[in-house]
């Protein structure tokens, strides 16, 4: 390879190291921002609006300062330093004027200015210059400028006059001026004007906005309690076009999954009045023959096909059909520990928080009954605790048994299935408690998890929001 392509290569790789350095700094500019930025769609329309406005006031404002409130200041301001100027010279080259009257009257008459004059050590010291004054800055400069002369000038200490001092040989020049003829006094109310149409703006963007979010809030939360299992009272599609194809397909999508469901649920009930008209004829057959070992098999082999398909049919149906209530979750939880209890169990109950919540009843008292059944089967105590807050409600149930492994927690949630050493494995089991229990509360917009107990067993988490 010659010395040129090692070159070029050289440089290609430098290149793209430098490419790749500024992609990373500028990505990691972006994380920054971002993380400064509001999440919401309101605030982040609100800072679409308002930010153009601000950079685009802020620009009007500083050309405004710089050419024509800054410009206008210094003009004013040289003007009045020439009128003290000239007076100055009327003061040294017309002596014949002793008492100065006819130099306070000019003063006065044209130029609007009062003049007197005080003793040569009547200079008061220089004082502390004002934070960003614009007129003293200018003041300043003009009085250094054409006069040359020692001076002391107060900005401030009257609010519609300047006072001037300019030390001359054998005395001291004192000239009050007007305010307004050195300063350019209306830049105050073009800012006030220009703040005030940025405000009327910003509440007419605001009003506008919270007009244009309010569907987009609607169809989230419509969205969140179908999701729920609740029902969507009186939604229906507002807003902007878009918004409104949005919220018509929800409705179509809500319309679809809802028909599903009810022909499903139809289908089962079908399904179900035919398995069991076989399986009464069974028991019937059975009843009409003599009693027997044999028979008595058969008899407990049909028990556990109905409770099967009574299993079989629940996880199916989802108990779709039941409307969401507000239920007392307390009382819930002290029905499954006095059951857990009346088979031999040792259990307790601890709630925290408000009980009343809404959801399906008779479902979700079905989910956490599985629970607690499936930790009766291999344990001696069960501890149930309940706890709501402003936005979940989250149930526990511990028990002391020898729980599961941590890699087979998510497994055993799938229906049917049943691990050798798994704790759903039982006789006449399904394999259906867990992936039932998780449907429910999947269902309710939340979920069940698994993890070790402090009784050290395992410990069940269902956690539904409220």
């Known amino acids: 390879m010659s010395s040129l392509e090692r070159g070029v290569d050289l440089g290609l790789a430098t290149l793209r190291s430098a490419a790749g350095q500024v992609s990373s700094a500028w990505d990691a500019l972006g994380r920054w921002v971002k993380g400064f930025m509001p999440t919401g769609l309101y605030?982040?329309?609100?800072?679409i609006i308002a930010t153009p406005m601000v950079i685009l006031q802020s620009v009007v404002a500083f050309v405004f300062m710089e050419r024509h409130w800054n410009t206008v200041t210094h003009r004013l301001s040289a003007a009045v330093t020439q009128d003290v100027a000239a007076l100055i010279d009327v003061y040294r080259n017309y002596p014949q004027d002793p008492e100065r009257a006819l130099l306070r009257r000019i003063a006065q008459e044209r130029l609007g200015l009062v003049v007197d004059f005080l003793p040569v050590n009547d200079m008061p010291p220089p004082g502390p210059k004002p934070f960003f004054s614009l007129l003293d800055q200018a003041l300043s400069v003009e009085i250094g400028r054409q006069i040359r002369r020692p001076f002391w000038i107060d900005t401030v200490g009257r609010s519609n006059l300047v006072e001037i001092r300019v030390k001359l040989d054998d005395a001291v020049m004192r000239v009050f001026a007007r305010r307004s003829a050195a300063y350019a006094s209306n830049s105050e109310i073009f800012l006030l004007w220009m703040v005030g149409t940025s405000l009327v703006l910003l509440g007419v963007a605001i009003l506008f906005l919270r007009n244009q979010i309010r569907p987009i809030l609607a169809l989230a939360d419509a969205a969140e309690s179908f999701g729920k299992g609740r029902e969507v009272p009186g939604f229906r599609p507002r807003g902007a076009r878009e918004v409104r194809r949005a919220a018509l397909a929800f409705i179509e999508m809500k319309r679809r999954i809802e028909r599903s469901l009810e022909q499903r649920t139809t289908m089962l009930a079908g399904v179900s009045h035919d398995l069991r008209t076989i399986l009464t004829r069974f028991k019937l057959e059975l009843a009409l023959l003599e009693n027997g070992p044999e028979v008595e098999a058969l008899k407990k082999d049909v028990d556990e096909m109905g409770r099967m398909l009574e299993a079989y049919l629940a996880f199916a149906r989802g108990d779709s059909g039941e409307q969401p209530a507000p239920t007392d979750m307390?009382?819930?939880?002290?029905?499954?520990?006095?059951?857990?209890?009346?088979?031999?169990?040792?259990?307790?109950?601890v709630f925290h928080g408000h009980p009343v919540v809404t959801v399906r009843p008779a479902a979700f008292k079905r989910c956490l009954a599985n629970l607690v059944s499936n930790a009766a089967r291999f344990a001696d105590t069960i501890a149930i605790t309940g706890h709501r807050d402003h936005r979940w409600l989250t149930v526990t149930v511990d028990?002391?048994?020898?729980?599961?492994?941590?890699?087979?927690?998510?497994?055993?949630?799938?229906?049917?299935?049943?691990?050798?050493?798994?704790?759903?494995?039982?006789e006449g089991g399904t394999g259906l408690g867990l992936?039932?229990?998780?449907?429910?509360?999947?269902?309710?917009?939340?979920?069940?998890?698994l993890g070790e107990s402090p009784l050290g067993g395992l410990r069940a988490t269902v956690r539904v929001p409220v």
């Open 399 to 426: 028990d002391d048994g020898p729980g599961i492994a941590a890699e087979l927690r998510e497994e055993v949630f799938k229906p049917f299935l049943r691990l050798d050493d798994a704790r759903n494995q039982d």
């Open 330 to 349: 307390a009382a819930f939880l002290e029905e499954l520990k006095l059951d857990a209890e009346r088979h031999g169990h040792k259990a307790s109950v």
């Open 43 to 47: 605030a982040r329309s609100l800072l």
């Open 435 to 449: 992936a039932i229990g998780r449907d429910i509360a999947r269902s309710h917009g939340g979920d069940i998890t």
